[in-house]
């Protein structure tokens, strides 16, 4: 068992797989693999989510981090709680999920450019690796937001 087996796996680089709903081998796996940190970016749900996934990830001598994010509704606040997880974690690899890698490429994308000092082009062939296709007016609203919000603090984030 690998981390590539997630759902939906994308390494952004060394340090960052992003991916859909992981099983509990996966996250043992993800462990093995160097994986210091997990953020899980999607609600509770009974018929998708691990049922203890912060106790399990913490068993496997992992941190985590919830941000759950509702689909249909994604927040500049979610985005900022992203943020924050992002700099409280660990040094180290992260493994970065959602149900299926949406919201997380989403956030990473908009992180990447923020942080990373990737372009808008380079944030949007990530994305565009799992949502190529996908017609999702709210989260292309929101992204559009973002991204013209970061684009205007400049790429180290600054005013």
Known sequence: MSTETIYNYRRADDQTITGGQPDAAQLAAAAAEGVRAVINLAPDDPQRSL???????QSLGMAYYYVPVDWNAPR??????????MAARPPGRVLIHCAANYRATAFFALYAMRQRGWSAAEAEAFRASVWRGSDYPVWEAFIARMRARIEGLGAAGEA
């Open 51 to 57: 049922p203890d996934e912060a106790g399990l990830v």
């Open 76 to 85: 500049e606040e979610d985005y900022a709680a992203f943020e924050a997880a």
